[in-house]
């Protein structure tokens, strides 16, 4: 098992539309999770982090974490053309001490 | 604004020649974190730095090398660069861990010819 693991996509939705991105992770001390937006040839963007089981909201982005099945999500709504970028799931690795990034998945947005 | 500066943006070296990328911080923040990012793939970190604490991934090679100077700076020296050396190295920081959100520079694009 990739110890993060996304779709790689192209995810493509229409404007407007809520689009839906998946992580499952191995390490299951985990407590730190991140989403990153990358737009291609810039570097990551934090979008969230959640810390807890459950959903956080924060504007039209929703993280929802489920520790026992160590799967994160994010939901995006109202998804615009500008949202078009590849998002990154990233998780403290606890057991290694360190930060893994999964490869992302890519969103296309169309009009 | 605070920032995580890198310099340059854009580097070429030859095969074998040294090069060093660099990375500022005006956030103040411990930990500064150094990733390769090949084209499609996730960033993987090298190593990271707390406060003068070195901590070397298991798997980063040993042509990679890191100095932090102190708090601002952070410095990345490849000894002798190969043609799988080509990536964007991004630098990070956090304020105190790695649970933490982490703040990204542009990031440095290097080339090797």
């Known amino acids: 098992q990739k110890e993060v693991e996304q779709n790689s996509g192209p995810l493509s939705v229409p404007e407007g539309a809520i689009a839906s991105l998946n992580c499952t992770y191995s390490d299951r001390g985990s407590q730190s999770f991140f989403w990153y937006r990358q737009y291609s040839g810039k570097s990551p963007e934090l979008i969230m982090f959640?810390?807890?089981?459950g959903d956080k909201e924060d504007g039209r982005f929703t993280a929802q974490l489920n520790k026992a099945s160590q799967y994160v999500s994010l939901l995006i709504r109202d998804s615009q053309p500008s949202d078009s970028a590849t998002y990154l799931c990233a998780v403290n690795f606890i057991n290694n001490n360190d930060m893994r990034f999964g490869a992302g998945t890519r969103l296309t947005v169309k009009p | 604004d605070a920032m995580v500066i890198q310099n340059p943006r854009y580097q070429v070296t030859q095969f074998g020649k040294p090069v060093t990328l660099s990375c500022s911080q005006t956030?103040?923040?411990?930990?500064m974190y150094w990733y390769q990012q090949k084209s499609s793939q996730a960033p993987k970190l090298l190593f990271h730095y707390y406060d003068k604490d070195f901590n070397n991934e298991a798997d980063t090679p040993d042509n990679f090398q890191s100095r932090r100077p102190n708090t601002s700076f952070c410095f990345l020296d490849i000894r002798s660069p190969g043609l799988g050396d080509a990536a964007m190295y991004l630098c990070?920081?956090?304020?105190?861990?790695?649970?933490?959100?982490?703040?990204f520079g542009d990031g440095t694009r290097l080339s090797i010819l």
């Open positions: 990070a920081t956090s304020p105190d861990s790695l649970n933490q959100p982490q703040h």
């Open positions: 956030l103040n923040h411990n930990v």
């Open positions: 959640i810390y807890s089981n």
